[in-house]
């Protein structure tokens, strides 16, 4: 964790903003690579500012404007999701190129063996973007010059042992420093005697361990979190969320078209003329993996939100990733075959600009947003996840940003907090 999160960035940036020490026998001026400096510096931490919005909840702590609040206790899930979430699209157009991609090089490796599930066709491509990286930064940035020699860290040695050790004991989200240090600050604020701090809490470890060996022991000591009311709980995890509509609308304008275009479709045969369809409306659906995903009929009832609304999902026709804005939840049931479907009506973004994910090694996915040109009815099967969608560049870009190891805070049971409506 300390290597990704802290000792990595603190590297790297140090290096950009042009504050590692310089040897007497340097010169600063000939540091190409020293570009986040005065107002460049100030307008980059106003572009990390402003991404918070677009930052869905399962983010957690989304980063703080690091210009202002890099020396005032950012934490280490700022420094994740601010390195390896935003930068590769916010430097860009700021690093000159060749350090544009060698930074990309190593975010793609990071993004690899931070998964839970790592197949073994990644796991060899990880080491060799790590590889590279690590020889790459002698030649970019040391330059086999003896007065650079301390840009040569022992985090950088560290990178081509990753995949080795992964190999050996596992992905390393198994044998990371967050719950152990998560645990010492549950245990901390249990502390009721602080005229003896350490007794105390040795007895709270002792009865944290009782209570988790006899709940598996016995399961039903610790019942599962009722939904909240007029919730629908649907089959692989899926819940369907309030708001709702209390009675059935009718779907005018190019939503309701996009639905009886869905339901001919399905039925195959056309409506009848002047038809129009009606479904009761919901606002939210909580995922399997725990995320809660709003839409923007939700969302226009809340003031200043954190957009949760964007999705990713796999067409019914092809293995590729979409992804969508989603407008609204529904149900229909299907004539032809007695079925009623959980569908979303989304917006769909155009697919990723293909010469700039080679470019980024898959770090950048640049899409295009339609609005209302690109309504499409979808399965809520088949969405895999909730992302952000951050405005970058001309109007109407937005690139893709997922949340780093999300995967791995499931392994503990962390869900998104189910707000009541």
């Known amino acids: 964790m300390h290597l990704f999160a802290l000792n990595i960035p603190d590297l790297l940036i140090s290096l950009w903003r042009g504050t590692l020490p310089c040897d007497p026998n340097d010169d600063k001026d000939s540091w190409d690579w020293a570009v986040l400096v005065g107002d460049v510096w100030k307008t980059h931490g106003e572009d990390v500012a402003r991404a918070t919005k677009y930052l869905p909840g399962c983010f957690d702590r989304p980063p703080r404007n690091p210009a202002e609040k890099m020396n005032s206790g950012y934490k280490a899930q700022e420094f994740l999701t601010y390195l390896y979430v935003l930068c590769p699209a916010l430097l860009r157009d700021i690093l000159p190129e060749k350090y544009w991609t060698h930074f990309c090089k190593f975010v793609a490796g990071l993004r690899i063996v931070w998964q839970r599930k790592i197949p073994r066709e990644q796991l060899i491509l990880a080491h060799r973007l790590f590889c590279e990286f690590a020889e790459e930064f002698k030649v970019l940035y040391y330059q086999r010059k003896a007065s650079r020699l301390h840009f040569c860290r022992q985090s950088i040695h560290a990178l081509p042992h990753i995949v080795p050790e992964t190999i050996r004991i596992g992905p390393g989200g198994y044998r990371s420093q967050w719950t152990l240090e998560r645990t010492i600050g549950n245990l901390?604020?249990?502390i009721k005697q602080h005229s003896n701090p350490y007794a105390n809490l040795s007895q709270r470890g002792m009865r944290r361990c009782r209570v988790n060996a006899l709940t598996a022991m016995i399961p039903a000591l610790a019942p599962e979190k009722p939904l909240p009311h007029g919730s629908l709980n649907l089959e692989n995890g899926l819940v369907l969320l309030r708001p709702r509509d209390e009675y059935c609308q009718t779907i005018e304008g190019i939503y309701g078209t996009t639905i009886?275009?869905?339901?001919?479709?399905?039925?195959?045969?056309?409506?009848?003329?002047?038809?129009?369809?009606?479904?009761?409306?919901?606002?939210?659906?909580?995922?399997p993996n725990g995320q809660i995903v709003r839409s923007v009929l939700k969302e226009s009832q809340l003031t200043s939100p954190r957009l949760a609304r964007n999705v990713k999902y796999c067409a019914e026709d092809d293995d590729h990733m979409h992804y969508a804005e989603v407008q609204f939840f529904f149900q229909a049931k299907i004539n032809r075959t007695s079925e009623t479907k959980s569908l979303a009506l989304v917006s769909v973004y155009s697919d990723p600009d293909a010469d700039l994910l080679q470019e980024s090694f898959g770090t950048v996915a640049q899409c295009d947003y339609f609005g209302e040109e690109a309504l499409e009815v979808i399965d809520i099967t088949q969405i895999q996840a909730g992302v952000a969608m951050i405005p970058i560049g001309d109007e109407g870009a937005y690139f893709v940003g997922e949340k780093l190891g999300f995967n791995i805070s499931l392994m503990g049971g962390v869900e998104e907090d189910i707000e009541e409506e």
Request: charged share 50%; hydrophobic share 25%; proline share 3%.
């Open 260 to 287: 009886r275009e869905y339901f001919e479709e399905e039925e195959g045969e056309t409506a009848q003329e002047g038809w129009k369809p009606r479904v009761a409306r919901w606002g939210r659906l909580r995922l």
């Open 188 to 190: 901390g604020e249990e």
